[in-house]
C-alpha cells in the first residue's frame, strides 16, 4: 500500500514525500512535476512512451501536461520520492525562457550535487516541520537548478523537449470551458462533444491534436485537482466528494485517487500541511 | 521622473509577466497572488545616473529624495583612493552628517558585515552608500541584511533558500562606482566570504541598490591594472550573458552594445588614463554588463568566484576571467556557436578570427597575464576549485552542461 509521510500545499504548488509500491496510471498536471529518488530500490516514469529512471543520481522532470506514469519495478517494495508539484506562475521569475514557463528542454535530470543536497533539505524540512520559508525557499532553488540544467546542452545529444501547439481550435476552447465547469457533475464526453458542436471521434482526435491528452486524461486531471482542493480545504466527508464528482462508490473514487496520486484520499486529507505564504 | 543634469536619468520598467504557455492560455488559472517573488522574467528598475561630473550634481538631491540624513559609507580600495573619496566627502551635503567604513580586504566577509552594522547602529545611521567597486556594493547589501534581519546571516543564503526570507525593510542603498567593471550596482546579488568554502551568494530582489551614480571622471585616476582587469571582467559579463541559456532579449542587447564598447576602447583606457571618451565608453561597458547579467553568467564565472573562495585572485577577479574567457568560449562552442557570429559582427572581426582568439589578443594589448599560475594559482586546489564551480549559481546557465571534470580540464588547461 503506497504511503506518504508528508503532503505540503503552499504558494508554490504541492510537495510529497511518497512511499510508492505500486504503478500508477497515466496522467497529466498543470503544474511542473519533478520527482527524485530519496531511498528504497529504483523505480521509472513513462513520460509520452520513453521510459526515464527514478534511481540516486538520476531524476526526471514532467513539463505541464505531459502525460506520464509510474512504474513500480519491484512491487511490494516502496521507494521514498521528493515529488514536485511547482504552479508555473509562481516559478515565472526564475524560468528566463520564452516558451512555457515551466517547461522543461529534457526530462532526466542528473543529480548533482547541489541537487541532492536541496532534495535531502526539502525532505528534512518537511519531516521536521520546519519554518515553511526553508521549504519553499529550497523548493525555488531545486526547481530552478533543475529547470535550467534540463536547457543546457550536452554531448549526448541535444534532443529537447517538442514543443505542443496551442489550442487554436475554438471547439476546443469551448469543450475545455464546458470541462472545467460540469466537473463537479457526472460528465459525459459525448454530451460535451456535441455542446462543442462536434462529433466524438473528431471531438477526440481534434483535442488530442491540440492539447496534447485525451479529453478523458484531461477531464481525470481536472476531477483530482478538484479532489485534492476539497479534501484540504473542506471538511466534506470523502464519501460526498466522491460522489459529487461523478464516481459511484467511495471504492471506486479511493481507486481513482491512488492511480492518479499515488495515496488513498482519507491519507493525504490527514497528512497535509499548508505552508504559509513565504 | 527627476531628471536633473545627468545626461540620463534612466528609470524604466519592464517586465513581461505572463508568456503565453504552449496551450495558448486556456488552461491558465488566473493569476492567484501566489508569488512568492517580487521579480519577473526581465526586470529593469534601477534608477541611474550617468554623465562626467554628475556625483557632485547627483548625490545631494538623491539623498535628499531618499529621506538619507546619515547615510554610512562603505568603502573599499577602490572607493579608498584620495582623489575619488576626497571628491565624495566635498559633495556629501553640510545637512547631511555622514559616517565612513573603509574596508581593507578585497571580499566580504561576515566580520566586516558585522561591523557595518554595528556602527550603523551606533551612529543611528538612515541609509547605505556604497562607493568603490563591487566589494563595496556587497558589503552595503549584506550589511543591510544584517541591520534589519534577526538570526544568523547563514540562513539568508542563497544555498540556504534565503530568497524567500529577505523582506523589504532594508535601508535605502546608493551606489557609486568607482570602477568601471563593476556589476554589483544594479544587481540583487552580493557575494559573502564565509569561514570555509567557496564564496557564498545572497539573492533578493530588495538588495538592488536604489540608485546609482556613474560618474566616468571618477575612474580617470584607476591605475592601468585596474584598469585592465576591471574592463576585462565588464567584457566578460557581456559574453557570458549573451550565450547564457536564459532568455532576455534587452539583456541580450545591452550585452551586444556592452562588449562592442569594452573591446574597442578597453586598450586606449588602460594606455591613456585621462582619455576620458574612453573611460566613458569602458564605463557604459560595465554598466551594460551588469545590467544584462540578471539573464544570467556561466562558466567563467562559476570558476572565477571558486578560485576566489579559496582565496585566489581575491584581487583580480577581472586577471582571472580574461584567462578563462578564451577556454570557456571554444568549451561551449557545440551550444552557442551560432551566438559567437553575432558575436564576431558586433566585434567587426574578420572571418578568420575566432572569438576566442579575439579576446587573447586584447588580453596580451592590455598586459593581462595568460594562465593562472601568473596569478598565483596552484594546482593541488584545482580539484577544489572545480567542484566548487560546478555547485555555482552561474554554472546553471552556462550554455553546455558542464560537471566538476568538465572544469577541472578547463583549469588544468588554464593553469
Known amino acids: ?278 | 521622473m527627476q531628471s536633473r543634469r545627468s545626461i540620463f536619468s534612466f528609470t524604466s520598467c519592464q517586465s513581461v509577466s505572463r508568456l503565453p504557455d504552449w496551450a495558448g492560455g486556456c488552461f491558465e488559472e488566473p493569476a492567484d497572488g501566489g508569488v512568492a517573488q517580487a521579480m519577473s522574467l526581465i526586470t529593469y528598475v534601477t534608477r541611474i545616473h550617468f554623465a562626467d561630473h554628475v556625483l557632485e550634481h547627483a548625490l545631494e538631491s538623491e539623498l535628499e529624495a531618499l529621506g538619507a540624513k546619515r547615510p554610512l559609507v562603505l568603502c573599499d580600495r577602490d572607493g579608498a583612493r584620495d582623489l575619488v573619496l576626497g571628491r565624495l566627502t566635498l559633495a556629501i551635503p553640510r545637512s547631511v552628517r555622514a559616517h565612513y567604513l573603509t574596508l581593507t580586504e578585497t571580499r566580504v566577509t561576515r566580520e566586516a558585515c558585522d561591523k557595518a552594522a554595528e556602527l550603523y547602529r551606533e551612529q543611528a545611521c538612515d541609509s547605505l552608500i556604497a562607493f568603490g567597486s563591487a566589494t563595496a556594493c556587497d558589503l552595503a547589501k549584506v550589511a543591510a541584511i544584517r541591520i534589519t534581519h534577526e538570526g544568523t546571516l547563514c540562513s539568508y543564503l542563497g544555498s540556504e533558500g534565503g530568497m524567500a526570507r529577505i523582506r523589504n525593510v532594508l535601508p535605502p542603498l546608493l551606489a557609486i562606482p568607482t570602477v568601471a567593471g563593476a556589476g554589483a550596482d544594479v544587481s540583487g546579488v552580493a557575494m559573502i566570504a564565509m569561514e570555509e568554502g567557496p564564496n557564498h551568494a545572497v539573492i533578493s530582489p530588495h538588495l538592488i541598490p536604489r540608485v546609482v551614480i556613474c560618474d566616468p571622471t571618477l575612474t580617470l585616476d584607476l591605475p592601468p591594472k585596474r584598469t585592465a582587469s576591471t574592463g576585462m571582467d565588464a567584457l566578460t559579463h557581456c559574453m557570458e550573458t549573451f550565450i547564457s541559456s536564459a532568455f532576455n532579449p534587452p539583456a541580450d542587447g545591452m550585452a551586444l552594445d556592452g562588449m562592442r564598447r569594452a573591446f574597442g576602447n578597453l586598450e586606449r583606457a588602460v594606455a591613456y588614463g585621462d582619455d576620458l571618451e574612453a573611460r566613458r565608453e569602458v564605463m557604459a561597458a560595465g554598466l551594460n554588463g551588469a545590467l544584462a547579467q540578471q539573464k544570467g553568467l556561466g562558466g567563467v564565472h562559476a570558476m572565477s568566484n571558486a578560485l576566489c573562495g579559496l582565496g585566489l585572485g581575491q584581487s583580480d577577479h577581472g586577471a582571472i576571467t580574461g584567462v578563462l574567457l578564451p577556454l570557456v568560449l571554444e568549451f561551449n562552442a557545440p551550444a552557442a556557436e551560432a551566438r559567437y557570429e553575432d558575436i564576431r559582427r558586433e566585434l567587426a572581426l574578420s572571418q578568420a578570427t575566432g572569438v576566442g582568439q579575439a579576446i587573447v589578443g586584447l588580453r596580451e594589448r592590455v598586459g593581462l597575464p595568460d594562465c593562472l599560475s601568473a596569478l598565483g594559482a596552484d594546482a593541488a586546489t584545482l580539484e577544489q576549485a572545480a567542484c566548487f564551480a560546478a555547485r555555482d549559481h552561474a554554472n546553471r546557465t552556462n550554455p553546455r552542461k558542464a560537471d566538476a571534470s568538465d572544469y577541472l580540464a578547463l583549469l588544468q588547461e588554464a593553469l
Open chain 1, 1 to 278: 500500500m503506497s504511503t506518504a509521510l508528508a503532503v505540503h500545499h503552499g504558494p508554490f504548488g504541492r510537495v510529497a514525500l511518497y512511499n510508492l509500491d505500486r504503478s500508477m496510471t497515466l496522467h497529466a498536471h498543470r503544474e511542473g512535476h519533478l520527482i527524485f529518488h530519496v531511498q528504497g530500490p529504483p523505480g521509472s516514469i513513462d513520460i509520452e512512451g520513453e521510459q526515464y529512471p527514478l534511481e540516486p543520481g538520476q531524476g526526471v522532470a514532467v513539463s505541464p501536461w505531459q502525460p506520464h506514469n509510474y512504474c513500480c519495478l519491484h512491487p511490494g517494495k516502496p521507494s521514498l520520492y521528493l515529488t514536485l508539484y511547482i504552479k508555473p506562475f509562481w516559478f515565472l521569475d526564475a524560468s528566463r525562457r520564452a516558451s512555457a514557463s515551466l517547461r522543461f528542454g529534457r526530462s532526466p535530470i542528473d543529480v548533482t550535487e547541489t541537487i541532492n543536497r536541496l532534495v535531502f533539505k526539502i525532505a528534512g524540512a518537511m519531516l521536521e516541520d520546519a519554518d515553511d520559508s526553508y521549504v519553499a525557499g529550497y523548493l525555488y532553488g531545486l526547481t530552478q537548478e533543475s529547470f535550467d540544467q534540463s536547457w543546457q546542452w550536452i554531448a549526448e545529444g541535444a534532443s529537447f523537449t517538442r514543443c505542443a501547439p496551442p489550442v487554436r481550435d475554438f471547439r476546443v476552447r469551448n469543450a475545455i470551458k464546458l470541462m472545467r465547469e460540469k466537473v463537479s457533475e457526472r460528465v459525459v464526453l459525448d454530451r460535451i462533444a456535441r455542446g462543442a458542436g462536434l462529433s466524438r471521434p473528431h471531438f477526440y482526435k481534434l483535442f488530442r491534436q491540440q492539447v496534447g491528452i485525451t479529453p478523458n486524461m484531461y477531464l481525470n486531471t481536472l476531477r483530482m485537482e478538484n479532489a485534492i482542493d476539497r479534501l484540504v480545504t473542506s471538511i466534506d466527508p470523502v464519501t460526498d466528494i466522491g460522489l459529487d464528482l461523478g464516481f459511484s462508490s467511495q471504492a471506486s473514487f479511493t481507486r481513482f485517487f491512488i492511480a492518479n496520486v499515488g495515496i488513498a484520499p482519507s491519507d493525504y486529507r490527514r497528512i497535509v500541511h499548508f505552508a504559509d505564504a513565504a
